[in-house]
């Protein structure tokens, strides 16, 4: 990783919109920087939409496994672990089994933090907790605040939007802006085949969804691409990667196409895609949603790069997780 140099950092940190955003960004680049992992939690409690739960709801997690170690560490209120299979303590504090967290008296005042990373899983804790009326979140994903990421800040006025999903996995988020942003038009990018499949079938009836079955890059080439996460949303570029994929520069493959919002999530690829689209950057002015946290780098040379574009775009920071995932760049 190359470091930044001091006058890049402070231009970024100056052109910031608000003081939520300045306050990310300071925490995030002493994280990139330094390795302290305790500034995510001062971020999380500052900054994210659960600081309100998390500093006001007793705490506890879900999980004493590899997700909930990082974050038992770090939290300033927890107060146990639940889990299933494990007894004794982890992290140093004590383990209950579900069972036994019931018999509380007080159990329905804690915020319970899922970190369990497969998603199957997850579904299965939060149905469980959810048939006992219990109050929780997802600590990696934190999906009570989805519908905000992208989407985020009161500056957005979207109408008549021509919206560029990269990285669409699912089909779920250009779903959400078609049906809240009417008249809108979406192109849709998923490299991932069996992602691809899922997201034209999630898109099948709208035919203001064109999709394209590539990822972003700065050159237009085949490149390998890791699918071996559980998580089908962790795949990425990888040279490791056991499956090929083919990448395109927006500039090339939209063209001449109109393109007023466009969303980057792609696993550490977002500075290659943004750098492939720098016609349409400098010549259209797109509103931008680039995720940040991929990289260490990332928090800096994101801005750097979209600010040599256009100067006079105004950035936010805005993050979505109680972790150090989904922080989210804004550029309008």
Known sequence: MKLPDSLELQKVYDILGDSVSKDIYRHRLLYSLLGEKEEITKMVYECSPASALLSTSKVCYYGAGAGGGWLVQYNRNASFVIDKYKTGTFGGLPILSLDDFLKLSDCKEYLIVITVGKENIRKEIAAELDSHGLQYLFAYFDMQYFDLQYFDLQYFDLRNEYFVDVGALDGETTMYFLEHFKNGHAYVLEPNPAQFAVTKKRLRNRPEAELFPYGAYDQNTMLRFDTS????????????????????KLDDLLKDRKVTFLKMDIEGSELAALRGAERIIREQRPKLAVCVYHKPEDIW????????????????????????????LYAI
């Open 229 to 248: 996460n559980v998580d089908a949303g962790s795949a990425r570029v990888s040279e490791t990667g056991t499956t090929e994929i083919e990448v395109r």
């Open 301 to 328: 040379e994101i801005p750097s790069l979209i600010l040599q574009y256009h100067p006079d775009y105004k950035l936010y920071l805005r993050h979505y997780s109680i972790s150090y995932t989904e922080t989210v």
